[in-house]
């Protein structure tokens, strides 16, 4: 299975994009690229995903390197809502149903 | 409204007394899936479901098992629970193409 490495943490100001890199350097050609976060000890919120092409919705937007080896979430305007920790999660090819969540980026915003 | 609901939210017990965390998902998803959250271990997958009478074994399922009678619904059965399993758990269903789980509130367990 493909595995991802994310930073531990990063700050960002209000108002401001957030960034948020991911590697997935052995990511196989049919496995997508999914980010959900987690705020606190709520569920997980799904926020986006996507296979080689960028992607966008009114959350984010998903900027996937050509060689597919790591990916890019953007937050175009943070808020402090935003603030939780976000996990960028390739799901494994022979399975619909198995996820592995790594350690995800604590994203602070901040005023 | 869309939602995955879980019952019951908090529960302390103790080893060895058997109980169940209930699971249920109004949105038709026939994917199902349990997971623990632990801190400085992540939330880590112990079993889904990928329809009614079909499940498999995710990353922790040992001390655990399910059942998916019932397409809406996904009990996590602890039958001899032990201080280990100490854990926030979430329930997720989903649906393919695009999978986009969907989290349930989460249950937080004790046992002493």
């Known amino acids: 299975d493909a595995k991802t490495t994310q930073p531990p943490s990063m700050d960002c100001a209000e108002g401001r994009a957030a960034n948020l890199p991911c590697n997935h350097s052995?990511?196989?050609?049919?496995?997508?690229v999914y980010w959900y976060r987690q705020i606190h000890s709520q569920g997980p919120q799904y926020i986006i995903h996507?296979?080689?092409n960028n992607e966008t919705n009114e959350m984010a937007s998903l900027i996937i390197t050509e060689d597919r080896k790591s990916s890019t979430l953007i937050l175009p305007h943070a808020t402090l809502r935003d603030t939780a920790v976000y996990y960028c999660?390739?799901?494994?090819?022979?399975?619909?149903?198995?996820?592995?969540f790594g350690a995800g980026t604590q994203v602070v915003v901040t005023p | 409204e869309a939602q995955v609901t879980q019952n019951p939210r908090y529960l302390i017990t103790v080893t060895g007394k058997k109980l169940t965390v209930t699971c249920s998902q109004n949105?038709?998803?026939?994917?199902m899936s349990w997971y623990r959250q632990d801190p400085g271990l992540g939330l880590r997958q112990i079993y889904y479901?990928?329809?009614?009478?079909?499940?498999d074994k995710g990353d922790v399922p040992e001390g655990y098992k399910v059942s998916r009678k019932e397409k809406r619904n996904f009990p996590l059965i602890l039958e001899s629970p032990s201080p280990n399993q100490t854990s926030l758990y979430f329930c997720?269903?989903?649906?393919?193409?695009?999978?986009?789980?969907?989290f349930g509130p989460g249950t937080r367990l004790t046992v002493l």
């Open positions: 997720a269903s989903s649906r393919p193409p695009d999978n986009e789980q969907f």
């Open positions: 052995t990511i196989s050609g049919n496995e997508y």
């Open positions: 996507g296979l080689k």
């Open positions: 999660i390739v799901r494994v090819a022979d399975s619909w149903g198995k996820f592995q």
């Open positions: 949105m038709n998803h026939e994917y």
């Open positions: 479901s990928m329809n009614v009478e079909v499940t």
